[in-house]
């Protein structure tokens, strides 16, 4: 099959990850969960692996920093880290 699933859950990875970095929307959940189901697809049916794991785990890290972000901002704004 080549390694287009690989290449294209990378692509989406990468996106995720520096858009959650930058920019945060609640309507871009939808790229890290593209990232992880490519990174799937491209584990069990492209030929080289390698993209595909490194665009699955790019997909849950930015996922993961999705849901964490709101978290860590709204203990900021209620002053829970200042002691």
């Known amino acids: 099959m080549g390694k ?3 290449i294209i859950s990378l692509l989406l990875g990468i996106a995720s990850l520096v858009i959650v970095w930058f920019y945060y929307a ?5 790229l890290p969960i ?8 491209g584990i069990a049916k492209d030929d080289s692996k390698a993209l595909g794991i490194v665009g699955l785990i790019l997909g849950i890290v930015s996922l993961i920093l999705y849901i964490l972000f709101p ?6 704004i209620l002053g829970l880290f200042i002691p």
Not at 26 to 30: G, H, I, R, T, V
Not at 34 to 41: K, L, Q, R, W
Request: hydrophobic share 80%.
């Open 4 to 6: 287009v699933f690989g």
């Open 34 to 41: 593209a990232a992880i189901v490519f990174g799937g697809i």
């Open 71 to 76: 978290i860590f901002i709204l203990a900021l």
């Open 26 to 30: 609640l309507f871009l959940y939808a």
